[in-house]
């Protein structure tokens, strides 16, 4: 069964820290590209970053530049999104993304709430 599993989320200050994480299973991970997007209140849900299969190249939303890092782990099957230096605007239900585009294989995980707050 495939499974993207999020976790890590919560509810921190403006200027704190948080790691995401996405649990894979059911699938090799090392075939696809990974993104996190995000969906904040009353938002269309955006890509904040993905990263290649082999984790060699990454890329950013230029919103969360300098402050986020997107790493994999294709052994243990994770995938994390570092985030600091959080702003009020970063709040939004954050998802994990798999996708293999030659084979039009694509998988969500089901969301995991930050919300940065005073």
């Known amino acids: 069964q495939v499974q993207l599993v999020e976790s890590g989320g919560g509810l921190v200050q403006p200027g704190g820290s948080l790691r995401l994480s996405c649990a894979a299973s059911?699938?090799?991970?090392?075939?696809?590209?990974m993104r996190w997007y995000r969906q904040g209140p009353g938002k269309e849900r955006e890509l904040v970053a993905s990263i290649s299969p082999g984790g060699s190249n990454r890329n950013y939303a230029d919103s969360v530049k300098g402050r986020f890092t997107i790493s994999r782990d294709n052994a243990r099957k994770q995938v994390y999104l570092q985030m600091v230096s959080l702003e009020p605007e970063d709040t939004a239900v954050y998802y994990c993304?798999?996708?293999?585009?030659?084979?039009?294989?694509?998988?969500w995980g089901q969301g995991t709430q930050v919300t940065v707050s005073s």
């Open positions: 993304n798999a996708r293999w585009t030659p084979y039009g294989y694509e998988y």
């Open positions: 059911g699938f090799t991970l090392s075939n696809y590209v």
